[in-house]
């Protein structure tokens, strides 16, 4: 199969199983992307039972999470990043635009990244089962989908999917790995270590990209230069900073600095259990 016939089975099925399919079967990595503007008026097909809902449904707290119905809970919220994040790199191979010099190893190491998106999803979709929740039972919102719309570009694709939300879940997976292992459940602390260590090597090829295109400019100014509207370097932070994670990725020193003390005026990003420090 060409890579652009995997990404258009993955955003035009709405078969969650068409979504969850090996991308070991691409065969060619060939093919021209389509017109980005497309992107703004675009939805991944889903069934009825998993498509976006405006219904609001808040994250467990955490002083809720010995118990198996919230345990439950929180694993759909992570099921659906990890199928918001497969469509939204599914979106990215068939609508941003690649320069040839490079567009195979862009296209090699997105496949990758799907991959372990895809094991994160099942592992995910496994552990809730076990309490007897599937993946569905609860609305499913679209905020990270939001942002695919917006871009134009590889490069502020990788600025908002790894430097910005995979950068986020370092701190999401190591501090939930943590509190599942506080009340005893070894096997769900056990699947957030697996996503958090994948996640490194995710933030690392955006950081690896960025910085062969960055030129004169430093990483920090050319990754918040390419970030859409609406969406600043805040939403990179968790509700713990894994300053360790971020350094294997590649950032450096000054980036995490800049990071970890950055600062917007947006009410969500300034929770007193999400300031990132």
Not at 28 to 34: A, I, N, Q, V
Not at 95 to 123: A, N
């Amino acid at each position: 199969m060409n890579v652009i016939e995997y990404a258009k089975l993955i955003l035009n099925s709405s078969n969650i199983e068409d979504k969850l399919l090996d991308p070991s079967i691409v065969t060619s990595y060939e093919g021209s992307t389509d017109d980005f503007e497309k992107l703004k008026d675009l939805m991944p097909a889903r069934d009825a039972g998993i498509s976006f809902s405006a219904t609001q449904v808040k994250f467990p707290r955490r002083n809720t999470l010995h118990l198996n119905d919230r345990k439950a809970l929180a694993l759909h919220f992570f099921a659906n990043h990890e199928l918001l994040a497969i469509e939204m790199m599914a979106a990215a191979l068939l609508y941003l635009p690649l320069d040839d010099s490079f567009s195979k190893r862009i296209r090699v190491g997105i496949l990758q990244t799907i991959k372990d998106e895809q094991k994160h999803f099942k592992l995910y979709r496994s552990r809730m089962n076990d309490f007897s929740v599937d993946f569905g039972d609860f609305p499913v919102n679209d905020f990270f989908w939001r942002q695919m719309q917006k871009m134009k570009s590889i490069d502020e694709y990788l600025a908002v999917i790894s430097l910005t939300f995979e950068a986020a879940n370092l701190d999401f997976a190591k501090n939930y790995g943590n509190i599942f292992k506080s009340v005893g459940d070894d096997k769900t602390s056990k699947i957030m270590d697996i996503v958090y260590q994948d996640e490194i090597s995710h933030v690392g090829f955006g950081v690896t990209w960025l910085n062969k295109w960055k030129e004169d400019k430093s990483l920090w100014q050319y990754y918040v230069d390419c970030l859409p509207d609406m969406l600043t370097p805040a939403r990179s932070k968790g509700n713990i900073f894994d300053i360790e994670g971020r350094l294997k990725s590649g950032m450096g020193e000054n980036f995490v600095h800049e990071v970890q003390n950055y600062r917007d005026e947006f009410t969500v990003t300034n929770r007193k259990e999400w300031n990132g420090k």
